[in-house]
C-alpha cells in the first residue's frame, strides 16, 4: 500500500473514492498525455487536478522550479548547438541518454502545457503565466546572444 493510499485509507474514504484518486494521481502526467496512454478516464475531477499541476508548472514560480531542477541535476542552462526534440514520445522523453538543457525544456513541455488545460479556469489562468515565460525565454535570447 503506498503512502496516498494508507493516508486515503486513514481519512475514512471509501475504496471506490480511493481507487479514483490514485488513478487520478497516476495518469496526470505530462508523459501519460504525450504517449496518448490514458490511464484513467479524463473527468472533470481529472481535469481540475490536472490543470492545478500544470498551472504550477508554469508561469514564474514555473521558470523557478524549471532552473531548480535544472541545476539540481546539474544540467547545462542553455546551449544553441542542443536543440530541443519535437514529437516526443513518452519514452524519449523521460529518455536520460540525451544531453538537454533547461531552456530547451520550456519548448519542449512548458509552452505545450496552456493548450492542454482541460477546464475553462484553468485555460485562463494559464493564459497570463504562458504569457510571462514566452517573454523570460525571449529576453533570456536576447541577452545570451548579446543583443540585449
Not at 14 to 29: C, N
Not at 44 to 58: H, P
Not at 76 to 90: C, V
Not at 120 to 128: L, S
Request: glycine share 8%; net charge neutral; hydrophobic share 35%.
Amino acid at each position: 500500500m503506498s503512502i496516498v493510499e494508507k493516508f486515503l485509507e486513514e481519512m475514512g474514504l471509501e475504496e471506490g473514492q480511493r481507487e479514483e484518486i490514485v488513478a487520478i494521481i497516476k495518469g496526470m502526467g505530462f508523459k501519460n498525455e504525450v504517449s496518448k496512454k490514458y490511464v484513467v478516464e479524463p473527468t472533470l475531477e481529472f481535469g481540475v487536478v490536472q490543470d492545478a499541476d500544470r498551472l504550477d508548472a508554469i508561469g514564474a514560480i514555473g521558470i523557478a522550479r524549471c532552473f531548480t531542477y535544472g541545476g539540481s541535476k546539474n544540467s547545462t542552462l542553455h546551449d544553441p548547438k542542443i536543440l530541443p526534440r519535437d514529437n516526443l514520445s513518452k519514452e524519449k522523453y523521460m529518455s536520460k541518454d540525451e544531453k538537454q538543457t533547461s531552456i530547451n525544456h520550456f519548448h519542449e513541455k512548458l509552452f505545450k502545457l496552456k493548450d492542454m488545460m482541460k477546464t475553462e479556469a484553468g485555460k485562463k489562468r494559464a493564459e497570463k503565466r504562458h504569457k510571462f515565460m514566452e517573454d523570460f525565454v525571449a529576453e533570456f535570447y536576447e541577452e545570451w546572444s548579446g543583443r540585449a
